[in-house]
């Protein structure tokens, strides 16, 4: 009887024992790695509506432990999302930065957007990176201008329904307020999707303006859809370094009768 006492009393021993160190276990701080971003913001700027701008974020190790990165969460509105690669968890050791994970823009309306890139991470403390960007119909870098014609400020260049087979064109001009004539190239966001540069064609001066008047030349788009459906791409008109531009979303639907 008194060893029935004595192996009982030694098993509740070990059970208060066992739960002590299940409570320090589950108090003791977390481990010494700290993930910092490489910006604390991403900000993608101007993105015209119905188009996707794609840039990367990393982290690095800057504690004295190793962590895990275990997952990645872009916490926002729908405008931002993970664009890869195909997410695998690691161990980033001090010192070692995660590999670069893509985030999309692909804003479907104007005005600003905002969100955040978390890791999920073990082994210590992490911080988030800070999404923004901003959607536009509409753009107008340094000494350009779009405007005139078709265009209506604030909107897309809408072709409205138009005939497979058949196309339709809209004006408008590139404005140019500088005292230099500025040459330009016409390039696509979305690679074209059944719009094109027909008239002056894709690269062009624009004069420069005058004591009263801006330079200006006339652009038509033309529009022959591909297939029913509707259609949205972004047409941007910039010099060489990227420092004077303009441009507009274009959208059309082809019908078939």
């Not at 432990?65 to 664009?83: H, Q, S």
């Amino acid at each position: 009887m008194e060893k029935l006492v004595s192996v009982i009393r030694q098993g509740s021993f070990l059970f208060v024992l066992l739960l002590l160190v299940t409570w320090m276990a589950g108090c003791a701080p977390p481990g010494n790695a700290n993930l910092v971003p490489a910006n604390a913001t991403l900000d993608f700027g101007d993105v015209y509506v119905g188009t996707t701008k794609q840039d990367t974020i990393s982290w690095t190790n800057n504690g004295t432990d190793p962590g895990e990165i275990v997952g990645l969460a872009v916490n926002t509105e729908k405008a931002f999302t993970y664009g890869g690669p195909a997410f695998q968890a690691m161990i980033i050791n001090p010192g070692q930065s995660t590999p670069n994970y893509l985030i999309n823009f692909s804003p479907s309306r104007t005005g600003g957007h905002s969100g955040r890139a978390s890791p999920g991470f073990t082994g210590g403390t992490h911080t988030s990176i800070r999404l923004r960007g901003n959607g536009v119909t509409q753009k107008a870098v340094g000494a350009l201008s779009v405007t005139g014609g078709d265009m209506v400020a604030g909107q897309a260049l809408d072709f409205g329904n138009v005939l497979v087979g058949g196309n339709a064109t809209r004006t408008f001009n590139i404005q140019n307020n500088s005292p230099n004539a500025i040459a330009v190239n016409a390039s696509w966001s979305g690679g074209n999707r059944g719009f094109t540069v027909t008239a002056p064609g894709n690269s062009f001066n624009v004069p420069a303006a005058t004591a009263t008047t801006p330079g200006s030349v006339a652009v038509t788009i033309t529009f022959a859809p591909p297939a029913v459906g509707t259609f949205t791409d972004a047409v941007t008109f910039s010099d060489a370094s990227g420092a004077n531009l303009a441009g507009t979303v274009v959208t059309g639907r082809g019908v078939s009768d």
